[in-house]
């Protein structure tokens, strides 16, 4: 990744950092079912937090919540130690010091790159001499990376590069909390991840705390520090990318984050262990296990391990399908009870169709659910 000069991002663009608590939060649409369903989340001052989920599940509303662009039904939320939404206040969205950066970055078309910056920086309480205006212009064009680009008109810019002058501008007056609704879905495939990248060092050079939408798991992934899985309006599980992975709470949250396998077993030692079809599997979460039990445990693909050779504690497999991707290869595999378990391993190991391997569990403790 390229690295700015130590003088590209100078002190006056350390934000102040502030956390959000969501509090109880409802928010419903006239005569429809709650959008959002007593949301509780705490977001630490200066992290990066992604709300992700399916469609419709909720997360645009519960950002709109946060700026003061829907009343929630009930909760508070603060900023800081604001309260800016109870049932006994209300701050105005545009004297919360949010900043928001939409999906088409809705740049105004007519002004320069440097002029949309600056309408960032007349917001209530910000006054600046011309001459300081146009130094954290050049200041924040710096930050995103485009400087020299400020006479430019937005059309004559790529679309990664409108977007990092929608992220400028809304960082021009110093806002508390930037919030970022589906930042990349304008863009197309290659251009996103790039962008992404971009976006991703600049908000934690700036250190301030953003919470964006996404229903891409790679981006929520990639750019968060923790994320909140949202489904039906409430929150599902919420924690750090390595924990929705390795251990998701719920099956649901298993298969949203990444492709699962659920295989059988019965517990072991008070569910400590797991004895299944790949062998003894540790489990992260044991406490529902003591009484015993089916239980049904989540094995990722790439914890699937395969020998050619019948090794011992290994069972045999037949290899039905092959997705080769260049960095891995997706096997499908069928075992001798019928049960069909996704592989993914590197290319080195190249199998055939039909091929009889032998597989066993190569991974940390996991999650097990009763079955
Ligand atoms: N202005 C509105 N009036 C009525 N219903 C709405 C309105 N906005 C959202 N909804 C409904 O609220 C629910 C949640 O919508 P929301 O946009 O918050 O979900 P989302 O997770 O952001 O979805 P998407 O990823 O598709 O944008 C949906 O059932 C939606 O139809």
């Not at 954290?136 to 485009?146: M, T």
């Not at 075992?335 to 190991?349: F, Q, S, V």
């Amino acid at each position: 990744m390229q690295r700015l000069p130590a003088a590209a991002a100078p002190a006056t663009i350390t934000l102040p950092r502030r956390g959000v608590t969501v509090d109880g939060v409802s928010v419903s649409y006239d005569g429809t079912a709650r959008a959002v369903d007593h949301v509780s989340l705490d977001i630490e001052a200066g992290s990066v937090v992604a709300l992700l989920g399916p469609s419709g599940c909720g997360k645009t509303s519960l950002l709109r919540a946060i700026a003061g662009l829907e009343r929630p039904d009930t909760g508070t939320i603060s900023v800081g130690d604001q309260v800016v939404s109870g049932p006994s206040d209300w701050v105005k969205p545009e004297r919360r010091n949010i900043g928001m950066v939409f999906q088409d970055g809705a740049l105004f078309p007519h002004l320069s790159v440097a002029d949309n910056i600056a309408f960032g920086l007349r917001s209530p309480g910000t006054k600046l001499s011309r001459a300081d205006r146009s130094s954290r212009v050049d200041e924040l064009l710096r930050l995103v990376e485009l400087d020299g680009l400020g006479d430019r008109l937005p059309e004559t810019l790529s679309g990664g590069q409108q977007q990092r002058v929608a992220l400028a501008r809304s960082l021009a007056p110093n806002p508390s909390v930037l919030l970022l609704d589906e930042p990349f879905s304008a863009l197309d495939a290659g251009l996103r991840v790039q962008v992404r990248s971009k976006v991703a060092r600049i908000l934690r050079d700036v250190g301030v705390t953003s919470i964006f939408v996404t229903h891409d798991q790679d981006e929520a992934f990639v750019l968060g520090d923790r994320v909140a899985v949202m489904r039906n309006g409430n929150i599902e599980q919420y924690g750090t990318p390595d924990q929705l992975y390795r251990t998701p709470t719920t099956p649901w949250v298993a298969n949203f984050v990444g492709e699962a396998n659920f295989v059988d077993g019965s517990p072991v030692g008070d569910g400590v262990h797991a004895t299944t079809m790949l062998g003894e599997i540790p489990i992260s979460d044991h406490r529902g296990f003591k009484g015993g039990g089916a239980m049904q445990i989540l094995v990722r693909p790439e914890q699937v391990s395969i020998e050619r050779l019948p090794l011992d504690g290994l069972h045999a497999a037949t290899v039905t399908e092959i997705e080769y991707y260049g960095h891995d290869v997706r096997y499908e595999l069928e075992l001798a009870n019928g049960a069909r378990l996704a592989a993914r391993t590197h290319p080195g190991l190249l199998l055939e169709p039909g091929e009889t391997v032998h597989v066993g569990y190569d991974g940390g403790p996991t999650s097990a659910w009763p079955s």
